[in-house]
């Protein structure tokens, strides 16, 4: 199921939470940017695409945030996180895993 669209409109968490457990499960696919450096822009034809899953914590008008790395509860003076920050304008698809 495609649901890019749906997610359009503030629809997750509705801010970044320390360990917001969102139950909305993502796969989406992607286009990462590419750094060069100390090399040819030339050696490179393209973005990278990739795909990750994760749980949709925060969307905006521009981007969305997952989380692929949490804890399943909350440890003491835990405040940091793992995920990823997409901008939906490279995202190419995106559904929610059941």
Request: net charge negative; charged share 30%.
């Amino acid at each position: 199921m495609f649901i890019k669209n749906k997610l359009k409109g503030g629809e997750g968490a509705s801010s970044i939470i320390p360990n917001s457990h969102s139950n909305r499960l993502i796969h989406a696919v992607y286009w990462d940017h590419l750094e060069f450096k100390n090399s040819s822009h030339q050696l490179y034809s393209d973005g990278n695409l990739r795909e990750a899953i994760g749980w949709l914590i925060l969307e905006t008008e521009k981007d969305i945030v997952i989380l692929y790395d949490r804890s399943v509860e909350r440890l003491p003076n835990e405040h940091l996180e793992s995920g990823l920050i997409l901008i939906k304008s490279d995202i190419i698809e995106m559904r929610e895993v059941k």
